[in-house]
C-alpha cells in the first residue's frame, strides 16, 4: 500500500525513490511484522489464556516432560498471520497477482489449522479436526492457488545443481498442490516442540526471499540460469514480512513456551513456503532448504509403515524429535540441534544457485 500511494510522488519528493526497491521494502516488511508481533505479544497471550481455560490439549502417549505444558495457550498463529498481513499490505505492490495468492494460501490454510485448533479446545482433545476434512480443505485452497499459478506461470520445474527445467505440462496443477498440502503437512508434524517449527521456517524464508528476488530479476535470473518469472520478485517482501513474523512469535515461543502457534501457525506458515517456491519453480529447492520438514514427515511415514508391515517401530517414538527426547536429549538439545540442521540445509539450498 505504501509503494501504490508514495512511489508515485517521487517526482516532487525524491526521496519517495526508495519504495521502488524491493530490498529495502523487503527490510521494512521484515521490521514491521517482528514489531508488531513482540509488541503486541503480551496482550495477545493474555486475552488467549482468558479466552481458552485449560488451553493446548497435551496427547498423554508422548515424552512425559510434555505433561507439564497442560495449560499453555495455543492458537499463537493467529499473531504470525495478522503480523505477515499487515506488513504484506503495507509494503508490497498490492497489483501484484502473486502477493495476493500468497495471502489466500497462508490465511486458507491457517483458517484451516484454527478449525482444528477450534476443535481442540472445545473437546479438550488433542484430536481436532479429522485428517480427511483437514485435507479436503488444504485441497480447495491450495487447489485455487495452484489453478491461479498455472495461469501466470510456465508448467516447469526447476532441477537443482543441473541447467534443466522439467516440463511437466498438464500435471503442473497438481504437483503444485502436492507440494502445498505436503509442506505445510510437514511443518505442522515438526512443531512439536517449543520454536522447533517457527525457527527453520525463518531460515527457509530467508533462502526463499534470495531466490524469489533473483528469479524475479531477469540479468541476475539469466546469469544463475535459474527461471525467469517477472513480478515474482515482489514475493521477497512476502518473505521478510514472514520472517519479522516468525522472529517476533519466537520471542514468547522459546524453551519455555509462554504460548504455542498451533496448527493455525504450522499449517499456515507450511502452505505459504510451498506457495513461494512454487512460484519461482524452486520445489526441488524447497526439498533441501525445508529439509528438516522433510526428515520429520519422512520419519512418521518409515514409523507408519513399518508397524502396519511388520508390527515393530523403527523409533521409539515419530516424528523423529520425539524419538530423541525419548533417548534422554534434553528438549532444548533438541530444539537447538535441529535448528543447526536446518541453518545447513538453508545455506546448501543457497550454494545450488551457483552449482549448474
Not at 189 to 196: C, N, R, S
Request: glycine share 10%; proline share 4%; net charge positive.
Amino acid at each position: 500500500m505504501l509503494y501504490n500511494l508514495l512511489y508515485p510522488l517521487s517526482d516532487q519528493f525524491s526521496f519517495l525513490n526508495l519504495f521502488q526497491y524491493i530490498t529495502f521494502r523487503t527490510v521494512y516488511a521484515l521490521v514491521t511484522a517482528l514489531a508488531v508481533c513482540w509488541l503486541s505479544g503480551p496482550l495477545f497471550i493474555r486475552w488467549l489464556r482468558s479466552n481458552q481455560g485449560k488451553g493446548q490439549p497435551i496427547r498423554d502417549d508422548g515424552p512425559m516432560t510434555h505433561l507439564a505444558k497442560q495449560g499453555t495457550p495455543t492458537m499463537g498463529g493467529l499473531l504470525i498471520i495478522f503480523a505477515l498481513a499487515i506488513s504484506t499490505l503495507l509494503w508490497a505492490d498490492l497489483r501484484n497477482g502473486f502477493v495476493w495468492l500468497a495471502l489466500l494460501v497462508t490465511f486458507g490454510f491457517g483458517l484451516t489449522g484454527w478449525l482444528d485448533d477450534y476443535l481442540k479446545l472445545r473437546r479438550n482433545n488433542p484430536e481436532g479436526l479429522s485428517g480427511r476434512r483437514k485435507l479436503m480443505l488444504q485441497c480447495l485452497f491450495g487447489g485455487i492457488a495452484a489453478a491461479g499459478l498455472s495461469m501466470m506461470t510456465d508448467p516447469v520445474v526447476d532441477i537443482p545443481f543441473f541447467n534443466q527445467q522439467w516440463h511437466i505440462g498438464w500435471w503442473y496443477p497438481l504437483f503444485v498442490l502436492f507440494v502445498l498440502v505436503g509442506t505445510s503437512n510437514a511443518v505442522n508434524l515438526t512443531d512439536g516442540l517449543d520454536g522447533l517449527a517457527v525457527a527453520p521456517t525463518c531460515m527457509v524464508a530467508v533462502a526463499l526471499a534470495v531466490v524469489v528476488y533473483l528469479a524475479g530479476h531477469i540479468k541476475f535470473a539469466t546469469y544463475l540460469m535459474i527461471p525467469h518469472v517477472p513480478g515474482a520478485g515482489e514475493l521477497a517482501v512476502f518473505c521478510g514480512a514472514m520472517i519479522g513474523a516468525c522472529l517476533g512469535f519466537l520471542w514468547y515461543n522459546t524453551y519455555p513456551a509462554q504460548v504455542f502457534m498451533g496448527d493455525v501457525g504450522a499449517l499456515s506458515l507450511g502452505g505459504a513456503l510451498g506457495f513461494v517456491a512454487c512460484a519461482v519453480h524452486q520445489q526441488f529447492l524447497l526439498a533441501i532448504a525445508g529439509g528438516l520438514f522433510v526428515l520429520e514427515a519422512v520419519s512418521v511415514m518409515i514409523q507408519v509403515a513399518s508397524f502396519k508391515l511388520t508390527g515393530k517401530r523403527v523409533f521409539r517414538m515419530a516424528p523423529i524429535h520425539h524419538h530423541y527426547e525419548l533417548k534422554g536429549w534434553p528438549e532444548p538439545k533438541v530444539i537447538v540441534r535441529f535448528w543447526i540442521i536446518a541453518i545447513l540445509l538453508a545455506l546448501v539450498a543457497l550454494s545450488t544457485l551457483k552449482i549448474r
